[in-house]
């Protein structure tokens, strides 16, 4: 007998197609020549001195994390980095892209049902951004998986305390802090999740305590690495300055606005030419333009860091080639649809769905932590891509919530 589950398959089937499609037409050609490059240079470095670097080939950095470095050289290792691990590293991109999907519907289908599972990952296959993204070596794809799947982990944790579940969320917890270091916080959301959820506190503890030793272990040697070049304790990564900086000249009424970034940053005394003390030194510059422009026109400051700069953040689709000739006009009009209807099927589902408001709950914190933190620094439209596949999570439970409530279909639905 067939079995609706079963369906899931079909479509992360599909989903690879399509990226493999695109490898196949777009080839190696398909590249920002960006931070991309950054990091392929970077881990081919690895491969050959053993040192992390980012901008300047005999520089140690600490403006990355180390895990898509990493994660490049170990292909690198196998593969080599000429036009055979540069596609074997685009492949496994693809394979962890999908293995995204699969988390997302792991997350609707413990939330609504397996038919909103097959709604949910049916969208983000078929999101031509995601599509993109998955073909570039960023760390977009991998932070995204490893997100989907600390979030899915975090939900179980909430249904079992086992440590076998727990170990699980330590992994996608520390494997997400090493593409992007932005994540650091997000055990405070979980703290409040699992207090909403009555966890046992007794087990909270415990784990915990787990949780810190295991930071430990690992980011110990990562500062280690960091005081040894830098002579600082240096927790994740020290290249802040930069986007904070940038993120001064986004939004109306900031300080000096007939002198621009470049023109700000040609006029600079730095001590030293390494990256890491040019990134303190734009940091120092930034937090006396925040404070002079809260001091001068707090209105405008208010306006541009609450609303003007998120807005910026979700406008618009991290699309910055057109694959399969498909306009970014038209994903510009889809892009705005979802976060809309994302939006509004949460909080559908807030008011309908009393089971999972905890989820929900959940899910919103998580985006407006996100959105918080980077509307501190200068906005991008990339900054979204990871987050986008839960607002499809928004879709699929607000259309069940309708269903549910319209029709009664509670048990046949789900």
Not at 219 to 233: A, T
Not at 343 to 362: C, K, Q, T
Request: cysteine-free.
């Amino acid at each position: 007998m067939f079995r609706k589950e079963y369906l899931i398959w079909w479509v992360l089937l599909a989903a690879l197609g399509i990226r493999l499609l695109a490898l196949g037409r777009y080839g190696l050609n398909l590249t920002l020549n960006s931070d991309d490059a950054g990091y392929v240079n970077s881990a081919i470095q690895l491969l050959k001195s053993g040192m992390l670097i980012y901008h300047r080939p005999t520089e140690p950095t600490v403006h990355i994390m180390p895990g898509q470095p990493l994660l490049l050289a170990l292909i690198f290792l196998v593969f080599g980095w000429e036009a055979t691990g540069l596609y074997a590293a685009k492949l496994v991109m693809i394979l962890i892209g999908v293995a995204g999907i699969y988390g997302m519907y792991l997350i609707a289908k413990t939330m609504a049902g397996i038919r909103t599972g097959l709604l949910v990952a049916g969208l983000f296959a078929l999101s031509v951004p995601h599509i993109l993204t998955d073909n570039l070596l960023l760390t977009e794809t991998p932070f995204a998986t490893s997100f989907i799947f600390l979030v899915y982990f975090s939900i179980r944790l909430s249904q079992n305390s086992k440590m076998s579940t727990f170990s699980a969320f330590m992994f996608f917890y520390i494997a997400s802090l090493m593409f992007r270091p932005t994540v650091v916080l997000y055990p405070l959301i979980l703290f409040m999740y699992l207090m909403l959820k009555k966890y046992p506190l007794k087990m909270m503890l415990k784990q915990a305590t787990v949780a810190v030793v295991i930071m430990l272990a690992i980011l110990g040697p990562w500062w280690v690495r960091n005081y040894v070049h830098y002579h600082e304790f240096i927790p994740l990564t020290g290249g802040s300055g930069d986007p904070l900086l940038r993120g001064t000249f986004q939004g109306e009424g900031f300080p000096n606005p007939n002198q621009t970034f470049d023109e700000l940053i040609k006029r600079l005394p730095y001590p030293s030419t390494d990256a890491y003390t040019q990134n303190k030194v734009r940091e120092e510059v930034a937090k006396e333009r925040i404070k002079n422009w809260w001091q001068q026109d707090p209105e405008s400051f208010i306006r541009s860091y609450a609303y003007l700069k998120p807005n910026l953040l979700w406008k618009e689709p991290f699309y910055w080639i057109e694959i399969f000739r498909i306009p970014k006009s038209q994903l510009d009009k889809i892009h705005s649809a979802v976060v809309v209807a994302g939006l509004i099927g949460f909080l559908i589902s807030l008011v309908v769905e009393s089971r999972h408001r905890n989820e929900i709950l959940l899910v919103l914190s998580s985006l407006l932590y996100f959105t918080i933190l980077y509307s501190v620094y200068f906005v991008l439209d990339r900054y979204n891509e990871p987050l986008m596949p839960f607002l499809f999570l928004g879709i699929g439970v607000g259309v069940h919530s309708i269903l549910q409530t319209v029709f009664r279909w509670k048990g046949e639905f789900a």
